[in-house]
């Protein structure tokens, strides 16, 4: 099925330790986007790339790095995991910049930072 | 910041019952979409709404865009177990590339 694929979807890290997760989208979608969704608090947008070759800061950038390599494919870098950063982390992705479009879901990745 | 309140964060209802989610901001905009999120999955789009006042309905949903634009409802008729989940709210500006999303209402459907 077309969609957004998300890798890995468990991830324990030590503090200190980095990971990239990963997402791919196979819909032709022009921008992508990386959301963290903790308890009460809905989800929040931490960065988004309305075309290939840009990238922009959401809400709550601090801590994390990401890189739109091709079309398809977005990911998220967390250079020094911080226990702060214990998360449900989602990709999505929309065909345009007009505000109607929707968005797209991957399944999320259950990030843990001990 | 454009902030997105929703009301009740929680609901427990029987089945059968009706219920509504309401969705409200202090900013317009300019369109409003509403999701469902089942337990770990992630959000799946019901409904974009783009007029003010403007209802629209999927099956026992009924989904409402204030005149003004800054606040939504979402009405869902005689409730089933399968209604069960987190909706959101989600508003976007123009052609902004990024929606801004509500604070979510968990709902759970009893028989």
């Known amino acids: 099925n077309a969609g957004v694929t998300q890798t890995p979807k468990f991830q324990v890290l030590k503090t200190g330790q980095s990971m990239t997760l990963q997402c791919a989208q196979d819909?032709?979608?022009?921008?992508m986007y990386w959301y963290r969704q903790d308890p009460g608090m809905g989800l929040r947008l931490i960065y988004y790339?309305?075309?290939?070759?840009?990238?922009d800061k959401g809400e709550v950038p601090n801590g994390y790095n990401v890189s739109r390599l091709n079309k398809r494919e977005f990911s998220l870098r967390l250079e020094s995991a911080a226990p702060s950063q214990t998360s449900v982390y989602f990709c999505?992705?929309?065909?345009?910049?007009?505000?109607?479009?929707?968005?797209?879901f991957g399944s999320g990745t259950r990030l843990t930072v001990v | 910041t454009q902030l997105l309140e929703q009301s009740p964060q929680f609901l427990s209802i029987q089945e059968g019952e009706n219920l509504t989610v309401y969705c409200n901001s202090s900013?317009?905009?300019?369109?409003l979409q509403w999701y469902r999120q089942e337990p770990g999955e992630g959000p799946v789009l019901l409904v974009t709404?783009?007029?003010?006042?403007e209802v629209k309905k999927l099956k026992r949903l009924t989904f409402q865009f204030g005149d003004a634009r800054k606040d939504s409802s979402l009405h869902i008729t005689a409730a089933q177990p399968g209604d069960t989940g987190l909706y959101l709210c989600?508003?976007?500006?123009?052609?902004?590339?990024?929606?801004?999303f509500g604070t979510g209402t968990r709902l759970q459907v009893t028989l």
């Open positions: 900013s317009v905009f300019s369109s």
């Open positions: 790339s309305a075309s290939e070759g840009t990238t």
């Open positions: 709404v783009v007029t003010g006042g």
């Open positions: 819909m032709n979608h022009n921008s």
């Open positions: 989600a508003g976007g500006l123009g052609t902004a590339s990024k929606l801004t």
């Open positions: 999505a992705s929309r065909t345009g910049g007009v505000a109607n479009y929707g968005y797209t």
